[in-house]
């Protein structure tokens, strides 16, 4: 069974510039997360959906952070514009189904920003 | 607020001891415990759960208790071997019955040959 995809691995830019992040979750798999993973830090849920509805978007930083999820699979993340504090690992996993599923993370995209 | 606090932040242990690491969770609704391992620049990797009606789940070398009336879950690794040198998190899912986790600080466990 194929993981999670994510893209890209590693990605630098300055403070106030604009970036996106792409995941494929797992076949099959309705529920897709974003988390945010500050160094020495458990991750921290940013969003969440079921199929292409958001669940939870309570902790997303609305005014600069977006997310969508077009026909159900995929995803985009996007930060603009980014700060200093924005530097984490960005994190995508997915999950059968919403409750008391297994999530299976992807590799994440380590962002720094400058 | 939903918390779950991770003790302890590091462990060293030898090679062949056991390791423990205790969680704390703060919502009484919680029914859904994962614990991840993951290694530097690596993915958290499930490694078990345990749901709120078991006590206990073992699978080879760990296991995990679950005391609902304390809220308290705890990861058990038995005869750890330098493989297991990673951070351990653990998780509780969230309210709202959405499949939310919200994970502790984190572990780090050395094991030392």
């Known amino acids: 069974e194929a993981g999670v995809a994510q893209s890209p691995r590693y990605k630098i830019i300055e403070k106030r510039q604009s970036v996106a992040f792409w995941c494929n979750p797992i076949?099959?798999?309705?529920?897709l997360y974003w988390y945010q993973q500050i160094l020495g830090q458990g991750p921290k849920l940013l969003i969440q959906?079921?199929?292409?509805?958001?669940?939870?978007d309570s902790q997303l930083p609305k005014d600069r952070f977006s997310a969508e999820r077009l026909k159900g699979v995929d995803s985009t993340l996007k930060i603009q514009p980014a700060k200093l504090e924005d530097s984490a690992v960005y994190l995508c996993?997915?999950?059968?189904?919403?409750?008391?599923?297994?999530?299976?993370f992807g590799d994440g995209t380590r962002l720094s920003i400058l | 607020g939903e918390n779950v606090e991770q003790h302890p932040s590091t462990l060293s242990v030898q090679e062949g001891d056991s390791a423990v690491i205790k969680c704390t969770y703060s919502?009484?609704?919680?029914?859904?415990f994962p614990w991840y391992k993951q290694e530097l620049g690596k993915r958290p990797q499930l490694i078990i759960d345990?749901?709120?009606?078991?006590g206990e789940k073992k699978d080879q070398r760990i296991a995990v208790t679950l005391n609902k009336t304390a809220k308290h879950f705890s990861l058990h690794i038995t005869e750890t071997q330098p493989e297991d040198s990673a951070v351990y998190f653990c998780?509780?899912?969230?309210?709202?019955?959405?499949?939310?986790?919200?994970f502790g600080q984190g572990t780090t466990l050395q094991v030392k040959p």
């Open positions: 996993a997915s999950s059968l189904e919403k409750t008391d599923q297994p999530q299976h």
């Open positions: 076949s099959g798999h309705a529920t």
């Open positions: 959906f079921q199929n292409n509805g958001v669940v939870d």
């Open positions: 919502d009484s609704a919680s029914n859904y």
């Open positions: 345990i749901r709120s009606n078991v």
């Open positions: 998780a509780a899912s969230g309210s709202g019955n959405t499949g939310k986790l919200i």
